[in-house]
């Protein structure tokens, strides 16, 4: 008889503890997203921010080399080597490492040929190509070119 009821806590317990486990893997990957989209938004201020200092130095951020790609594995789908090290633009930014799963952070440019526009990107825990007309609103941060001077 205490035999059975032992197995029976046994197995009771062993069942919590897999709800237990389940939840906080659950909790930790919606931390990873949570801190992926605030560094993506936070990177977008930042590039913002570079592109208006360069207008008052006289400078055009749109000759930049595109795509600025920052640390990490690579960013899918983007030629990283066509562009600029976001070290590069953002000699401050020692905040800036690979996104929780390990790839690059990415500013490349969207919209139409004539009119086209930055955008940050990271390709979230699917680790999906950075196209900017297919990726989740979630894991892109537009960015506003700065008024000429």
């Keep these: 008889m205490r035999w059975r009821e032992a197995a029976w ?3 009771a317990a062993g069942a919590l503890a897999a709800l237990i486990v389940g939840s906080v893997r659950s909790e930790i990957e ?4 949570r801190y992926a989209a ?3 938004h936070a990177l977008a201020g930042h590039v913002a921010l570079e ?3 360069a207008v008052a130095r006289g400078e055009d951020p749109r000759t930049w080399r595109f795509p600025l790609v920052g640390p990490g594995s690579g960013a899918p789908g983007v030629d990283a080597s066509a562009g600029t090290p976001l070290a590069e633009l953002l000699p401050d930014a ?3 490492t ?5 790839r690059s952070y990415a500013v490349v440019l969207a ?3 004539q009119a086209p526009y930055p955008i940050a990107l990271t390709a979230g825990p699917e680790g999906a190509p950075l196209d900017p007309a297919r990726a989740p609103r979630r894991w892109t941060a537009p960015i ?3 008024l000429p001077e």
């Design 30 to 33: 919606k931390a990873r997203e």
């Design 9 to 11: 806590l046994l197995l």
């Design 144 to 146: 506003l070119w700065p």
């Design 51 to 53: 592109m208006s200092r």
């Design 98 to 102: 690979a996104d929780p799963w390990g």
């Design 111 to 113: 919209g139409i040929e």
């Design 38 to 40: 605030d560094v993506l």
């Design 94 to 96: 020692d905040w800036l």
